[in-house]
């Protein structure tokens, strides 16, 4: 079936990292976790001690990761493991995924960057942290290794309901989100945003808001992700014991919500995830039988149904 003729995404009908990423380096750029040890404000006792409620590390930490391995360690860890999975992926940037990668000594968190730079197969780093953990100078920093190797910066941002980033104890709020994305963008880093949809409190039209406010920022890219229950959570006990509490998206609403919030985004932003899936080990709630792979042509076949793309609703503020 051919594309209408107005989708100016072709087939796919939304702006897809991976395609950009393919046209701008030439192939795929694949992300090797690697663990430096750092903690966050909201684990270590300078906010809170309990973390965010749906917050469960070993939910997005890759298996070949092992934290006793140094970060060079790590790399070729996870290298063996990728070379067998994606064979002749053309570049590798290590991905500081767990915790806040942005928190820390100025000089630790230094050396944890260029240990993994100074890996031959190293071409760049992807940093992810929380929107309170980037002061100016760290900034400052990251901007100039942009200058010489490929710097993504993952913001979570989570949410852009301060009542939801409430309710799953967050201990910042949206404009602690959209200071930081403003200052790094400011730097000209490109910055990737998280974002969960589903949050406890956050209605249909509150998410679609959200997609409204997050066009308004530099934002060049968007991760979005359901939200799942992981065991040993807080919001996962809180579910149990009150499961109207925590109200989860079965998959064709998640579908829905994904095409309406897409319709509703800037065509500008790059969408690099439209979800995610925690080990079933440790997952849980919901159970979909739709798999993480199908997400993407699931969401293309909505649009195409519809007649619509990401963009087709989105009106920039005057
Ligand atoms: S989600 Fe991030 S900020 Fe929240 S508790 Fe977990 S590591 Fe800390």
């Known amino acids: 079936m051919s594309a209408t ?17 393919k046209a701008r380096y030439g192939g795929r750029v694949q992300k090797v976790s690697v663990a430096a040890g750092f903690t966050c404000p909201n684990r270590d006792g300078l906010l809170g001690t309990g973390g965010c409620t749906f917050c469960n590390n070993a939910g997005f930490t890759p298996g070949y ?74 900034l400052d920093y990251l901007a100039e290794l942009a200058r010489d190797h490929i710097i993504e910066l993952e913001i979570g941002v989570e949410s852009c309901d301060d009542a939801a980033l409430a309710a799953v104890n967050r201990g910042h709020d949206f404009a602690a989100s959209i200071d930081a994305i403003r200052r790094a963008a400011a730097r000209e880093l490109e910055v990737t945003a998280h974002l969960i949809l589903g949050l406890p409190g956050e209605s249909h039209d509150g998410m679609l808001a959200g997609a ?5 920022l530099p934002v060049r890219a968007l991760k979005l992700h359901q939200l799942q229950l ?34 509703h985004l800037s065509p500008d932003i790059l969408l690099q995830r439209l979800g995610s899936e925690v080990p079933p080990a440790l997952k849980l709630a919901p159970h979909w039988n739709l798999r993480l792979s199908e997400l993407a042509p699931r969401l293309s076949a909505e649009l195409r149904r519809r007649g619509t793309w990401q963009g087709c609703r989105y009106r920039p503020a005057p």
């Open 5 to 21: 003729p107005a989708s100016p995404f072709g087939e796919r009908r939304y702006h897809a990292w991976n395609d950009h990423v």
């Open 65 to 138: 990761l092992d934290r006793r391995q140094s970060i060079g360690e790590q790399i070729d860890t996870g290298l063996r493991f990728l070379d067998r999975r994606y064979p002749g992926t053309g570049r590798h940037i290590a991905y500081f995924q767990s915790y806040s990668n942005t928190y820390g000594e100025f000089e630790r968190l230094r050396d944890c960057y260029e240990e993994a730079l100074a890996h031959p197969r190293i071409s760049g780093l992807a940093i992810g942290t929380r929107p309170d953990c980037l002061p100016d100078p760290v």
């Open 212 to 216: 409204a406010r997050l066009s308004a």
């Open 230 to 263: 992981v065991r040993g959570t807080p919001l996962a006990r809180q579910w149990e014991r009150a499961p109207e509490s925590v109200p989860l998206l079965g998959e064709d609403t998640y579908l829905e919500l994904l095409a309406d919030f897409v319709e």
